[in-house]
């Protein structure tokens, strides 16, 4: 059976239909073997005659590599967190089967994405998503695929072994506290924070890391939580990820002063213990630092006060099925509509293509000319 490797591989790839446009673009490789190299008894379906595109890249117009991919698999929630939800609406969107997912995530990865996060909503309220996770580590992809998912880990404790098992490579927390009764405040639902707890613990565990832990600081909430987080880091042996707050909750509170800023963090950080910035790669999104001694790593995520739109890597795609190429678009564009209509791999990837093309620059948080994104995070997928 012979495995896709990169460069040596695409020697043996030969031209073929992809379009006028795409013909230059898009390649055929021609899979020998009735089965999946890394599971033998996967069920993905194979193309029509054993094909499988792959093309050098994923490139916007501003140069940018697109390798990072976000699936939202629901936008419902069991936690109603005061800068996300109202806490009256719920799902808006709807879902769709794992298989319509699998699908667009194998054209995507044919065509260059490496790293695919599942996120919601929340993912794991999802039923099946470990069996999802088992189909998306067969895909075929240059380099292993990376699947990593965003959970506020209330049910991660039971699941943390089965995903493991199933080919997830990491997982992140959200976390917004580190004492119950803060906590509580923050998602609005009584004794979650020791199920999240024992969640990040169990991924430790099993193998699961480096865990992150995502804290979103919001001013009037949370943001006397900077050291014990910093404390948390090096007790339990997790990253910890302060991102600032985005004007993306469905309450519309954010104003400039509700932003606890990198600047802030650091400050406040630092009156614990000496910090040290860590060197970082460019498609970070977090700046990361560790403590004089050595023990606990931190990071901050600062799309407001230090935007990294130059470097972004990503594109979106949400519970319904849509595209988004930037957390602050106004509009979406329906990959779905596409496969409902009947395209084919090839035309999914042409319209791939095109949606990429028309990637935002920037955002313009706080500027005089914003305009709020046409969906908020919990119906995006952060
Ligand atoms: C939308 S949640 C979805 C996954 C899961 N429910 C969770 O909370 O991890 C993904 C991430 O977005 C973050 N988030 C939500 N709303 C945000 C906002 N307005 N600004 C910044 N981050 C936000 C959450 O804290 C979480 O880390
Ligand atoms: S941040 Fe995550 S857990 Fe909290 S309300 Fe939003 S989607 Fe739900």
């Known amino acids: 059976m012979e495995r896709f490797a990169g460069e040596g591989a695409r020697a043996t790839l030969s031209e073929g239909a992809g379009g006028n446009a795409g013909a230059s673009r898009v390649r055929w490789a021609h899979w020998k073997g009735n089965g999946c190299w890394a599971c033998p008894a996967c069920s993905i379906p194979f193309l029509k005659s054993d094909q499988r595109f792959t093309t050098l890249s994923l490139h916007d117009k501003f140069g940018r590599a697109i390798s990072d991919l976000r699936i939202s698999i629901t936008d419902r929630c069991n936690y109603k967190c005061v800068y996300c939800r109202t806490g009256n609406e719920g799902a808006l969107y709807g879902d769709l089967p794992f298989a319509d997912y699998l699908r667009m995530a194998r054209v995507l990865v044919g065509m260059g994405i490496t790293k695919v996060r599942l996120t919601g909503g929340e993912p794991l309220l999802r039923k099946g998503v470990v069996n999802f996770v088992r189909e ?20 991660l404790a039971d699941l943390a072994q089965p995903l493991k098992d199933a080919g997830l490579s990491r997982v992140t927390v959200s976390m917004d506290a580190v004492d119950p009764d803060n906590f509580t405040r923050i998602t609005r639902v009584p004794g979650g924070y020791d199920h999240v707890l024992a969640g990040i613990r169990a991924a430790k565990r099993v193998g699961l890391g480096p865990v992150k832990v995502n804290c979103v600081l919001l001013r009037g909430f949370n943001e006397d939580q900077i050291i014990p987080f910093g404390m948390f880091a090096r007790e339990e042996d997790v990253i910890v990820r302060f991102i600032e707050f985005m ?55 600062a799309p407001v006060s230090h935007p990294f739109c130059g470097h972004c890597s990503r594109i979106r795609i949400t519970s319904d099925g849509k595209i ?57 997928g952060g």
């Open 136 to 155: 998306l580590s067969c895909l075929r992809s240059a380099k292993p695929l990376d699947i990593a998912l965003t959970t506020n880990g209330h049910l």
């Open 247 to 301: 004007p993306l909750e469905e309450d519309r509170v954010w104003s400039p002063a509700t932003v606890v800023t990198l600047d802030e963090i650091l400050a406040r950080m630092s009156e614990y213990r000496p910090v040290i910035e860590i060197a970082h790669a460019r498609s970070e999104t977090a700046r990361r630092y560790r403590f004089d001694d050595g023990l606990g790593e931190f990071g901050i995520i």
């Open 324 to 380: 988004r190429t930037c957390l602050f678009s106004v509009w979406d564009h329906d990959l779905h509509a596409q496969m409902r209509r009947g395209a084919t791999d090839e035309e999914l990837a042409e319209f791939i293509r095109g949606v990429v093309q028309k990637k935002e620059e920037r955002h313009h948080i706080g500027e005089p000319d914003f305009v709020p994104a046409s969906r908020t995070m919990v119906h995006i």
